[in-house]
T-cell receptor, first 111, second 114 residues
Framework: QEKVQQSPESLIVPEGAMSSLNCTFSNSASQSIWWYQQHPGKGPEALISIFSNGNKKEGRLTVYLNRASLHVSLHIRDSQPSDSAVYLC???????????FGDGTVLTVKP | NSKVIQTPRYLVKGQGQKAKMRCIPE?????VFWYQQNKNNEFKFLINFQNQEVLQQIDMTEKRFSAECPSNSPCSLEIQSSEAGDSALYLCASSQHWGGAEQFFGPGTRLTVL
């Protein structure tokens, strides 16, 4: 059974700083890794995904995947107060499509 | 922005009562997932469908939970006999296919079992 762990549990950064979130997973088999953002009272919203080793950049977001070390990270450049939310790392099962989520990182960006 | 619709947003039931919630997936999305999110942000996959067929479901779902996605009607998730431990946010997500595609989530149904 896939296990996903996230760190830190919570992160406070000043506006304009870089936010760095980490995620480890238990199965190195090929599958997509997703980062979701969830604001209070709303469902998760996909931000970015990665499948291949290496990095992927979209706007202020950069994600790094290292399958050998079972590690993926998300970096948010120039963090804004509106980025304050819970960030969820999720691994997609290629056979069933189901997502296995980590417990999330609560990001707070202070103005 | 997701166009998955979930109703009701809030549901309060007594122990032993039935609890039913509905989901309308995004248009053109044949795959539907149900997840349970507890107050500690722990997610549990419950069941998924492709069109009207069940793809996978967990053991918990087979006992007190039932779900369906009939043609031309909303999908539904029903708990036959609610327990206090069922109190959670129930999230429906839809996708264009089951193999690793983006899942679009609704706002969820918050179930409280008294």
């Amino acid at each position: 059974q896939e296990k996903v762990q996230q760190s830190p549990e919570s992160l406070i950064v000043p506006e304009g700083a870089m936010s760095s979130l980490n995620c480890t997973f238990s199965n190195s088999a090929s599958q997509s890794i997703w980062w979701y953002q969830q604001h209070p009272g709303k469902g998760p919203e996909a931000l970015i995904s990665i499948f291949s080793n290496g990095n992927k950049k979209e706007g202020r977001l950069t994600v790094y995947l290292n399958r050998a070390s079972l590690h993926v990270s998300l970096h948010i450049r120039d963090s804004q107060p509106s980025d304050s939310a819970v960030y969820l790392c999720a691994v997609s099962n290629t056979n069933t499509g189901k997502l296995t989520f980590g417990d999330g990182t609560v990001l707070t960006v202070k103005p | 922005n997701s166009k998955v619709i979930q109703t009701p947003r809030y549901l309060v039931k007594g122990q032993g009562q039935k609890a039913k919630m509905r989901c309308i997936p995004e248009k053109g999305h044949p795959v539907v997932f149900w997840y349970q999110q507890n107050k500690n942000n722990e997610f549990k996959f419950l069941i998924n469908f492709q069109n009207q067929e069940v793809l996978q479901q967990i053991d918990m779902t087979e006992k007190r939970f039932s779900a369906e996605c009939p043609s031309n009607s909303p999908c539904s998730l029903e708990i036959q006999s609610s327990e206090a431990g069922d109190s959670a946010l129930y999230l429906c997500a839809s996708s264009q296919h089951w193999g690793g595609a983006e899942q679009f989530f609704g706002p969820g149904t918050r179930l409280t079992v008294l």
